[in-house]
């Protein structure tokens, strides 16, 4: 029976790997000099010389695609823009403003309300404002609908 | 002779690790010291001969105490080195739960009447906290105690 004690030899290594440490050129050229990298052009392939009707039947087809390509990028932007103005709109649906109707510096916005809305309460709520914001485009395109038909007279043919 | 065996898998061997200082075949471990790194390794015990047994073996991280780096004094500025005696792999909260240069029991190797000449798992974890400065440490090892008996046939 004997009692023994060895101790088993390790070795550790510690290493420094720093992602941010940036090559001088000397060591760049080194990396390039041992061949571990190589930068080849790719090879320029010519092409069979098209007849001037095809060149254009393939322009008209890449440019219909890019058409396609562009709007469908609008169409994502608008979904995008249309779901954060729908978030919006929730939350906006508690603003009122209000004024005192009878205070003579907001006569005119109280006689907007009477016309608009038959109310001359002294408060205008977002979904009124929303109403305005319609019929004004409705006005907007009722204007420029006459206009056209009267050869650019917007209060008739003179 | 019980030694500590590692798995040499650029050869596909056991391999003895070498003992008291010599370095000819230490156990090795590559760590990054910029960002800190804990590893885990297998290593075996194994006898040679079957003339013995082996009991009241113990296992424990050398340096006994937990070695700091560098200069600062904080808990995580020192290296941690744990030993767990089992079959698979152990989990992190196995590791969670032992402590850096622990003495760990291992269970006797072969019987009054019979050696045992394979190999028997375990395992380490080493692990080197971050701002440890590039360099080699040597002054670290696994202290192996055992009592050796003689097979009787």
Request: avoid cysteine; proline fraction near 4%.
């Amino acid at each position: 029976m004997a009692r023994l004690v060895d101790s088993y030899d390790y070795e550790i290594k510690v290493i420094s790997l720093d992602s941010t440490e940036s090559l001088n050129i000397e060591d760049a050229r080194q990396i390039y000099d041992s061949g571990l990298f190589r930068y080849t052009p790719p090879k320029i392939i010519l092409s069979e010389q098209k007849g001037s009707t095809e060149i254009k039947e393939e322009e008209e087809l890449s440019v219909k695609q890019r058409a396609r390509n562009v709007s469908n990028e609008i169409g994502n932007m608008l979904e995008d823009v249309n779901v954060l103005l729908g978030i919006f709109n929730k939350r906006s649906k508690g603003i009122t403003f209000q004024f005192d109707p009878e205070d003579l510096k907001n006569e005119s916005l109280a006689n907007a309300e009477d016309t608009l809305f038959g109310t001359m309460t002294g408060k205008i709520t977002y979904a009124m404002y929303q109403k305005v914001l319609v019929l004004e485009d409705k006005i907007d395109k009722w204007l420029s609908h006459t206009a056209i038909s009267n050869n650019g007279n917007l209060y008739g043919a003179r | 002779m019980l030694d500590i065996y590692r798995y040499d898998e650029d050869n596909n061997a056991y391999l003895i690790v070498s003992k008291n200082g010599l370095q000819t075949a230490p156990i090795q471990t590559t760590h990054n010291g910029t960002t800190g790194e804990t590893t885990v390794q297998q290593l075996y015990l194994k006898s040679d001969s079957s003339l013995y047994w082996y009991e009241d073996i113990t296992l424990q991280p050398i340096p006994e105490s937990a070695v700091k780096v560098g200069a600062s004094a904080y808990p995580e500025a020192y290296i941690s080195f744990k030993i767990l005696v089992q079959g698979t792999m152990p989990t992190d909260d196995q590791w969670k739960n032992t402590a850096s240069g622990a003495i760990t029991d291992f269970y006797d190797i072969g019987s009054l009447h019979l050696g045992d000449t394979n190999l028997h798992t375990f395992w380490i974890q080493i692990n080197i906290p971050a701002g440890t400065p590039p360099g080699t440490l040597t002054h670290v090892s696994i202290r192996l105690s055992r009592t050796e008996n003689p097979v009787v046939p």
